[in-house]
């Protein structure tokens, strides 16, 4: 499936048909990817959603679903070549919404195991009248911070894969923990990030937040992101840059050496 914004790259159908022959437990290929812009212009080349080095592997269906669950994406879209045999008779229900693909992908895991290729398969177009839009906040470079009613959204897209298919899953309560970690950690990022263009914008990423899920105000998470707001971004900025010029002259082999994440 292939959005009419986005492109499959040469050679892409090929390798995944080859890896969909060569491996009958595979159920679905995913890749790299390029992001680009409304013109084409590739702006990010090695895009990689996995949390993991990109390499060639293939991952078993329960452990794809484990490391699916603490992460809002995972898989690029376009990228996707899926076998029929592994499409389950419904592909997308009506209360997942966008994050439908999400759970398409959880649900194929079930029963399949997913290969994923270091060579990018697709180019990811990136603009403002994509139906996604709506769930992203700032831009971050290679990726977003989704919107706190989004993050919220996808949690409940989680959980209630995990309630319907619990018979089938292994630690349900640990899929359940991460789903929900997940959540805190997105709004923490969104706050964060939001608190960068200044007070004003992070009062308003609080606000979101309390609206949406209001005992994660009492979450660390919550608080350290927090601390941007209070302070503002130009004191933040002050202080990055400190950090950054003590490591610098502490050098790369004092244990304080590296530089601030």
Request: hydrophobic share 45%.
């Amino acid at each position: 499936m292939l959005a009419d914004d986005d492109r499959m790259l040469p050679g892409a159908l090929t390798r995944a048909i080859g890896v969909l022959d060569a491996v009958p437990t595979v159920g679905m290929v995913h890749t790299t990817f390029q992001i680009i812009d409304d013109h084409g212009e590739v702006v990010h080349d090695n895009g990689n959603w996995t949390g993991r080095p990109i390499a060639d592997q293939v991952e078993r269906g329960a452990e794809f679903i484990a490391r699916s669950m603490p992460l809002m994406a995972r898989v690029c879209f376009p990228s996707v070549v899926m076998r029929t045999a592994a499409l389950p008779a419904t592909c997308f229900e009506a209360p997942d919404g966008t994050f439908g693909d999400y759970v398409l992908w959880l649900r194929i895991a079930l029963a399949w195991d997913v290969a994923f290729l270091a060579a990018a398969g697709a180019a990811f177009r990136i603009h403002r009248g994509r139906l996604s839009e709506d769930a992203y906040g700032p831009d971050i470079g290679m990726s977003h911070a989704f919107r706190p009613d989004a993050c919220v959204h996808a949690e409940a897209a989680k959980l209630r894969f995990i309630t319907s298919n619990s018979e089938r899953l292994p630690n349900v309560r640990s899929l359940r923990r991460a789903a929900r970690r997940c959540t805190t950690r997105e709004m923490a990022l969104f706050v964060s990030m939001m608190a960068n263009g200044g007070r004003a914008d992070g009062v308003r990423a609080v606000r979101s937040v309390a609206r949406e899920r209001p005992r994660l105000l009492i979450a660390p998470e919550i608080w350290r992101a927090g601390v941007k707001v209070l302070v503002g971004p130009r004191t933040v900025r002050r202080l990055q840059r400190a950090m950054k010029r003590d490591a610098a002259q502490r050098g790369p082999g004092s244990p304080l050496g590296s530089e601030p994440s």
